[in-house]
């Protein structure tokens, strides 16, 4: 292994990994994106319900529509940062999308001030637990707390300022409470969920580890006869044929060497091939192997990775190229023998997978598209394109930055 190659899977294998869902199973949570827009919707609908009971409270109309026009973009940013085709979702998109929700709550609270009866029926502090309560799918459990204690000291705060004109009298920090309790609450609640979620996804892998390290040497006996079997029938369909005919004329013609010489070649070639071969040249030839065809093609015409790039790939990664992999090899317009992954630059591997497909461009989109996503969760960049029946799917490693 050179050097090039050693100091690329340390620097990639290295690197922190948030502890979120969104990270650790990033196919699950693509399946529960549609708790932001709902949970943003409700939101919206109560901030309109709660407008309506207030309107005799207004000091300023314009305030309070502007509130829920700010609210509205909250969740719209929302909505789009989280799905699953612009994963992951980073600091400052969680900032961005709490920061701008508590402003909106600031300007109804503006726009009531100095005639708002109640605390509780205000719309701020609930609307704002409602998109807290989705955000520890995507952001580390101890950042979302931290935000969700800055959001409620900021709405405690609103609430205790406005005391003097609040029907029911008492001390500040009742008020204060009685705002922050939802956004604190839900904040925990999903923080709870999402603490659970990562702890046991992280069990199973550890479950998952254990068990591969029981099945390493058994795995390696099998390999060991499957390779066994492979020379043993290269050696019945070329080299005994070949030596029985010699045997039976007893004269060795310049011809037969000639023939000797190719033999061996060919089995030293396929020998050298058994060894060489990569976890990405088998996942490549046992998704082809399915489709019926193609499983006895060279497997090395299929993946050109001179520089063994794929053992950067971490086992999350593995596990969505392999699903990926898996999923073209499975699409009905394929081209079997058009499907080749190349990998390049070693100081950030780049892989291209490319295939002829005859599929229509909507169809490869809802096939492929929560793959691509999976590998952007898990540290990469992916993208497709699809041009002329070609299909070119590109999953990298981001620049190195320069120390």
Known sequence: MNQVLSETIVHYRSLPVERTPQRLDPLGVQ????LVPLLGAVAVAYAVFSTFLHHAQF????LAVWAIVVLLLAVVVATIRTHPGLAPVGLWSHLAIIGVAVAAASLFAASVWGHNQRIQDDWGQIAVALLLAAMPLYRPVGEV???AAVAAFVLGALASAQGRSLLITNHPLVYA???ATPVLALAFGGA????TMTGETLRWREVARAGQLRLEAELRQVAARMVAQERATALNAEAVPFLTALASRGVITEEDRLLARSIAERLRASAVEA?????LA???ALA???RGTGAQADRRSRVHDPERLEQVLSEEQRAVVGALIGTVADLPGLDADSLAVTVEQPGAPVFLLTARVAEPRRLLRIALVPYLSALQSVSMVASMRVRAGGLTVRFAYPERRAP
């Open 31 to 34: 399946s529960a994106w549609l």
């Open 59 to 62: 000091r300023s109309p314009a």
């Open 145 to 147: 707390l931290t935000v």
């Open 177 to 179: 409470t009685v705002a």
């Open 192 to 195: 709870g969920y999402a603490w």
């Open 275 to 279: 060894v060489d071969r990569t976890w």
């Open 282 to 284: 088998e996942t490549v």
């Open 288 to 290: 082809l192997s399915r």
